[in-house]
């Protein structure tokens, strides 16, 4: 998800029709310049190298989102659809979660976080985690700091808590719900779902934390693994 707004103009986008490197380009009506979904760079036309702010957003089921937000409103356009279920990301291999700062890109494979369900890890010098709900196929990216404490996660179960406080903590929204920190919420981090292939086609330097890589430990230092797991 990104901002349209852009040196003070804010833009109107939709589906150009094009691919590049297997993903979706935009337009932007107000110039016709071409936009990157992947990066939210303009790559043609007038605003060529201006890039769109990133926003932390989501890709969940509905039932998930309306059990944690009830009064949510809901865009619904009239167009031809199909159906997203659990299914779709067979094999989970497929795809990644990936964040990108600057020239450092990072990527978790969805079969590492379907394993682990919680992942502390490292990125840009930031304690980060790396959350994943299974029942939605949902994740997401947290930094681990809250109120000036680096926490540390693990999987109990199909549930996630800290070892600070064994506070358990709901993986769709970063939402403590119960224990010591119940109430308070972790800050979620711009990161996006994209194919395996595509975001290596994009970011071909990115660190890659998968089910091949090995484990890190609660800080994010590799332990018997590749030097691409979990690189700081």
Same mark, same amino acid.
């Given at each position: 998800?990104?901002?349209?707004?852009?040196?003070?103009?804010?833009?109107?986008?939709?589906?150009?029709?094009?691919?590049?490197?297997?993903?979706?380009?935009?337009?932007?009506?107000?110039?016709?310049?071409?936009?990157?979904?992947?990066?939210? +760079?303009?790559?043609?036309?007038?605003?060529?190298?201006?890039?769109?702010?990133?926003?932390?957003?989501?890709?969940?089921?509905?039932?998930?989102?309306?059990?944690?937000?009830?009064?949510?409103?809901?865009?619904?356009?009239?167009?031809?659809?199909?159906?997203?279920?659990?299914?779709?990301?067979?094999?989970?291999?497929?795809?990644?979660?990936?964040?990108?700062?600057?020239?450092?890109?990072?990527?978790?494979?969805?079969?590492?976080?379907? +394993?682990?369900?919680?992942?502390?890890?490292?990125?840009?010098?930031?304690?980060?985690?790396?959350?994943?709900?299974?029942?939605?196929?949902?994740?997401?990216?947290?930094?681990?700091?809250?109120?000036?404490?680096?926490?540390?996660?693990?999987?109990?179960?199909?549930?996630?808590?800290?070892?600070?406080?064994?506070?358990?903590?709901?993986?769709?929204?970063?939402?403590?719900?119960?224990?010591?920190?119940?109430?308070?919420?972790?800050?979620?981090?711009?990161?996006?779902?994209?194919?395996?292939?595509?975001?290596?086609?994009?970011?071909?330097?990115?660190?890659?934390?998968?089910?091949?890589?090995?484990?890190?430990?609660?800080?994010?230092?590799?332990?018997?693994?590749?030097?691409?797991?979990?690189?700081?």
């Amino acid at each position: 998800m990104y901002a349209r707004e852009l040196d003070g103009q804010t833009l109107t986008l939709g589906v150009s029709g094009l691919l590049w490197n297997r993903s979706l380009v935009m337009y932007d009506k107000e110039t016709g310049s071409n936009w990157s979904h992947i990066l939210g +760079e303009a790559k043609q036309g007038k605003l060529r190298g201006k890039r769109l702010e990133q926003i932390p957003s989501v890709i969940t089921d509905w039932q998930s989102w309306r059990r944690q937000y009830p009064d949510s409103t809901v865009v619904l356009l009239s167009r031809t659809s199909g159906e997203y279920n659990r299914e779709f990301y067979n094999p989970p291999r497929q795809f990644v979660l990936g964040i990108v700062n600057g020239d450092k890109a990072k990527a978790w494979g969805f079969d590492r976080l379907l +394993e682990s369900l919680a992942i502390n890890d490292q990125f840009s010098g930031k304690p980060v985690l790396a959350a994943f709900d299974r029942g939605s196929m949902t994740p997401r990216l947290y930094h681990r700091t809250l109120d000036d404490r680096v926490l540390t996660f693990r999987a109990v179960g199909d549930n996630i808590k800290d070892r600070e406080t064994g506070s358990a903590w709901e993986p769709v929204t970063g939402r403590a719900t119960a224990g010591p920190l119940a109430g308070k919420y972790l800050t979620a981090l711009p990161a996006i779902v994209s194919y395996r292939r595509v975001w290596l086609k994009f970011h071909p330097k990115s660190e890659l934390a998968d089910s091949d890589s090995g484990d890190c430990d609660m800080e994010g230092n590799l332990q018997g693994a590749g030097p691409r797991c979990c690189a700081r």
